[in-house]
């Protein structure tokens, strides 16, 4: 954490008196912000910086805020952008970031040395489930179909993914496997760098169901190519109702790969609390709306305290998980 000195700490008052007339409300009450510049830890094209993009021109284009801004500095898995953020805090008063779960699980294996801790948590706001897929003519119908077969030929039941072992969609399949009483250590899981790659492992049987994110599970659903097994919501998406979740199927786990908006350390509060205001004002006007349905995003809003409660219970899952994996 960054230790403010007393010169730091004046200056970040002078900023804070600056801020005012970006974070005060007009008279007419619909602008919240006059400006946001964000800071998008990856390149173009990717889930963060179609966030923030998204985000911004929903904001911008409801009138919620003035004018924003977009800045992509990728390096180090994100830990580049971190960084910055914490180092230059006294200058960014009007910069938000955003990230996602792997803030969580790269300071976990320490591929950063900085945690969500060492920022200013300002709100989750959109989430993608994970759910597992197996092609459309397989003979696994459901979650008991997948640990029956399992059950039968652990080695022989692979799942593939997108991520690295040890990464997201590793950590999803081996979490399902575990809520369903299996050991998390038998799964064997496949790395696969691209979606059509995986896609075809799928079809020749290489691998039997997929790790992935709900949204590209959805697509891929609509395209005829999968069936669903199951999604790690608590209830139902409306994006793609046919799809039962795992609870419904007797095992008791859920996660989401929320994205949401960090601060820089040390952000004033009347700041802090004119951009989450912003945030959940934007949740109502028909401009967030079209963004969320373009992107199939699911709406979770998770804004200061809630927002830290959230992203605690996911570090302690996720951390006792890897440890039990072997990757901490």
Known sequence: MTTFTMGRRALMAAAAATLCLATSALADGH?????????????????????????????????????????????????????????NADSLGDTLMVNSTPIVIRSLTGVFPHNFRDLTLVSGTIGDYAALVVAKDSPIQSMDDLIAAFDADPSGTAIGGGSVPGGMDHLVAAMVMEAAGKDALAVKYIPYDAGGKAMAA???GEIKALSTGFSEAVALADAGEVRILGVTADERVDAYADAPTMKEQGIDTNFVN?????????????TLAAYQAAIAKMYDTPEWEEVRARNGWVNIHNSGSDFQTFLENQEQAIGDLMKKLGFL
């Open 31 to 87: 602008q919240v912000v006059e400006k946001i510049h964000f800071l998008i830890p990856g390149g173009a094209g990717g889930g963060w910086d179609g966030t923030a993009r998204g985000t911004g021109e929903a904001l911008t284009k409801s009138g919620i805020v003035g004018s924003a801004s977009y800045e992509n500095m990728s390096g180090g898995g994100g830990g580049k952008a971190i960084g910055y953020m914490i180092e």
């Open 202 to 204: 799928l079809l020749s």
């Open 258 to 270: 929320w994205r949401g908006f960090f601060a820089a350390p040390g952000l004033p509060a009347e």
